[in-house]
């Protein structure tokens, strides 16, 4: 399996804040990636997928970018319901895997 | 408005048996595959196979190959996870999810889950 390693593992940030993830793939896997925000109790939500693809009805706040490996989601601006745990997921290979998640709390 | 219902909590007893289900609507539910993913408490999602309604054709991930079963009743929209013989392990929130259906496979539409608690 392709193994998927999100840093940090949490963070504290603040309304506004700029916010960055990372998540890196154990092999190269062609931008064959989707970001998810779970917020307590509730499913997780598609956000972007190949990379870089905003979902219909995200807002534009949210942005992702990577190549090969190495993969990145950004909140450009934090918002009071953007407090929640995001997820990447590869489907380059055969056998899907996520990432451990994130989860962004309030400073 | 496009949407997976699925049904409700359980609660079983080690080595009982258990199917639970997740209904389309919406939508064409032939025309998408749909999958499970299982989030144990306070931990991750972990995909576990996916399903073609339109023919049955079923992909299962590696780790949770034999130990589910997943099928679907196209002839009502319905997709199932099943097992035959529950493990304390087993407790954990499942949610099953439609996946993309333009070549990205992404799931763009979850059900709210069925929590599943296994305990003596």
């Known amino acids: 399996d392709i193994q998927m390693t999100q840093s940090p593992s949490s963070l504290s940030a603040s309304v506004g804040d700029r916010v960055t993830i990372t998540c890196r793939a154990s092999q190269g896997i062609s931008n064959s990636l989707a970001w998810y925000q779970q917020k307590p109790g509730k499913a997780p939500k598609l956000l972007l997928y190949a990379a870089s693809r905003l979902e219909s009805g995200v807002p534009s706040r949210f942005s992702g970018s990577g190549s090969g490996t190495d993969y990145t989601l950004t909140i450009s601006s934090l918002q009071p319901e953007d407090f929640a745990t995001y997820y990447c997921q590869q489907y380059y290979s055969t056998s899907w895997t996520f990432g451990q998640g994130t989860k962004v709390e309030i400073k | 408005e496009v949407q997976l219902v699925q049904s409700g909590a359980e609660v079983k007893k080690p080595g009982e048996s258990l199917k639970i289900s997740c209904k389309g609507s919406?939508?064409?539910?032939?025309?998408?595959?749909i999958g499970w993913v299982r989030q144990m408490p306070g931990k991750g999602l972990e995909w576990m196979g996916i399903?073609?309604?339109?023919?049955?054709?079923?992909r299962y991930s590696p780790s949770f190959q034999g130990q589910v079963t997943i099928s679907a009743d196209k002839s009502i929209s319905t997709a199932y996870l099943q097992w035959s013989s529950l493990k304390a392990s087993d407790t954990a929130m499942y949610y099953c999810?439609?996946?993309?259906?333009?070549?990205?496979?992404?799931?763009?539409?979850w059900g709210q889950g069925t929590m599943v608690t296994v305990s003596s």
């Open positions: 999810a439609r996946l993309k259906p333009d070549g990205d496979d992404a799931f763009d539409i």
């Open positions: 399903i073609y309604p339109g023919d049955s054709d079923t």
């Open positions: 919406g939508y064409s539910f032939t025309s998408y595959w």
